[in-house]
């Protein structure tokens, strides 16, 4: 198994831009997260998915977009990229129900200049 | 909403010696704690956790303790080695919640020969 799969690991983004971030996972797991890790301040919770169709938003979610049409793919859409965007951001997937351990991709650094 | 503080920020101990890092939650119904460990430049990693049922918890060199009346859970490593030099996140959330994790800002710990 592959586990977690994010793409790109590395984007530089112009003011204005917009981009999204490849996110797969190959352990039919049920849920799937995005978070953002800005230096000293732990990590954020985006969006996260219980299942396909079913999205909903985490802490801060304003800036981004998610879809989840499979089981396998949570994509994350940046529209109209901000300097405050600029940051780390991991997707992340778990079983669900009582198997709550997460399981990170190996993220994507983003900078928006 | 949940808040997780978390200190200290930084840590240096001596390779043998042992670690501790605390953290506070704000909401009594969290009932889910994970510490995750990332190394430079990686994904975070799943180390231990804990449930609200239970006082402390071991897995070899780590061990996690949770005082529910106080809100408040604590990391220890003993014996510390140099590849235990990471930064770890402490989390909190309630089971049945899609596992929406509330993390710490981190602690970056530093064993030193």
């Known amino acids: 198994n592959a586990g977690v799969t994010q793409t790109p690991k590395f984007r530089i983004l112009k003011i204005g831009q917009s981009m999204t971030l490849q996110c797969t996972q190959d352990?039919?797991?049920?849920?799937m997260y995005w978070y953002r890790q800005d230096p000293g301040m732990g990590l954020k919770l985006i969006y996260y998915?219980?299942?396909?169709?079913?999205?909903d938003k985490g802490e801060v979610p304003n800036g981004y977009n998610v879809s989840r049409s499979t089981t396998e793919d949570f994509p994350l859409r940046l529209e109209l990229a901000a300097p405050s965007q600029t940051s780390v951001y991991f997707c992340?997937?778990?079983?669900?129900?009582?198997?709550?351990?997460?399981?990170f991709g190996s993220g994507t650094q983003l900078s928006v200049l | 909403g949940e808040n997780v503080e978390q200190h200290p920020s930084t840590l240096s101990v001596q390779e043998g010696d042992s670690a501790v890092i605390k953290c506070t939650y704000s909401?009594?119904?969290?009932?889910?704690f994970p510490w995750y460990k990332q190394e430079l430049g990686k994904r975070p990693q799943l180390i231990i956790d804990?449930?609200?049922?239970?006082g402390e918890k071991k897995d070899q060199r780590i061990a996690v303790t949770l005082n529910k009346t106080a809100k408040h859970f604590s990391l220890h490593i003993t014996e510390t080695q140099p590849e235990d030099s990471a930064v770890y996140f402490c989390?909190?959330?309630?089971?049945?919640?899609?596992?929406?994790?509330?993390f710490g800002t981190g602690t970056r710990l530093q064993v030193t020969l």
């Open positions: 992340a997937s778990s079983y669900g129900g009582s198997d709550e351990k997460l399981f």
């Open positions: 352990m039919n797991h049920n849920y």
């Open positions: 998915s219980v299942g396909a169709g079913i999205t």
């Open positions: 909401d009594s119904a969290s009932n889910y």
């Open positions: 804990i449930r609200s049922n239970v």
């Open positions: 989390a909190a959330s309630r089971t049945g919640t899609a596992s929406k994790l509330t």
